[in-house]
């Protein structure tokens, strides 16, 4: 299996930079809106607010997200920012929707 470094091809200027950036681009974005939508799923399963940050979970996604960096070549401490930081956006999108899901509720129940 190719580990994700190697798949890195070598650019010539800017422009080869930024392409093969933009390219990836176009693969991650649906798939953090994908993993982004889950937030939604969590916060209807939820039960309680207490409930949405979860710091064990947050602990054990970095620890398998800075082995998968360094199994695929890449720099760990690099893939844990990025990843805490989504989390943090996640976290704060399902807060939001934990309150929304809950206030369309409780709306339906007055009708």
Request: proline share 2%; charged share 35%; net charge negative.
């Given at each position: 299996?190719?580990?994700?470094i190697e798949k890195?091809?070598p650019c010539?200027?800017?422009?080869d ?5 933009n390219?990836?681009d176009?693969?991650l974005v ?11 799923q969590?916060?209807?399963?939820k039960?309680r607010a207490?409930q949405?940050r ?9 620890r398998?997200v800075r082995?998968a960096?360094l ?9 844990e920012?990025?990843?805490?930081s989504?989390?943090?956006?996640c976290i ?5 929707e ?8 409780n ?5």
């Amino acid at each position: 299996m190719t580990r994700a470094i190697e798949k890195v091809k070598p650019c010539q200027d800017m422009q080869d930079v930024r392409g093969a950036i933009n390219a990836l681009d176009d693969v991650l974005v649906p798939l953090l809106v994908e993993r982004v939508a889950y937030m939604t799923q969590a916060a209807r399963i939820k039960q309680r607010a207490s409930q949405v940050r979860d710091e064990a979970r947050i602990e054990d996604i970095v620890r398998r997200v800075r082995q998968a960096a360094l199994r695929e070549g890449g720099d760990s401490d690099v893939i844990e920012q990025i990843y805490r930081s989504m989390m943090e956006a996640c976290i704060a999108f399902e807060e939001r929707e934990f309150v929304r899901l809950r206030e369309t509720s409780n709306q339906g129940e007055g009708a």
